[in-house]
Nanobody, 125 residues
């Protein structure tokens, strides 16, 4: 399985970005997908996850109401729409895929099988 994240960049506080993660190598629609992020000097943290059907999603408290995760199984792609960005959102964002059907556990990185290379999001104040 290969995951390619893209869409990162430099944006001013209050702005928006949309990240994409394209998957290849296996049946994309059978796995949950997640976004995590890692800021400089900090541990990787959960951002959002979406079930294989797209019907269930969870968000970290810090992004709820500002970020939206979605997926297009026909395109083998998962998205993260990020609005109202603030400097605390600055991080490398990683997408990952999980074969775990329990979406509650998919808030934790240990349940993910494959990871993309990450895309850098920088929010200036």
């Amino acid at each position: 399985v290969q995951l390619q994240a893209s869409g990162g960049g430099l944006v001013q506080a209050g702005g928006s970005l949309k990240l994409s993660c394209a998957a290849s190598g296996r049946t994309f629609s059978s796995g949950a997908m997640g976004w995590f992020r890692q800021a400089p000097g900090k541990e990787r943290e959960f951002v959002a996850t979406i079930s294989w059907s797209g019907g269930t999603s969870y968000y970290a408290d810090s992004v709820t109401g500002r970020f939206t995760i979605s997926r297009d199984n026909a395109k083998n792609t998962v998205y993260l729409q990020m609005n109202s960005l603030n400097p605390e959102d600055t991080a490398v964002y990683y997408c990952a895929t999980s074969s775990n059907r329990n979406m509650w556990y998919n808030r934790m990185a240990q349940y993910y099988d494959y990871w993309g290379q990450g895309t850098l999001v920088t929010v200036s104040s």
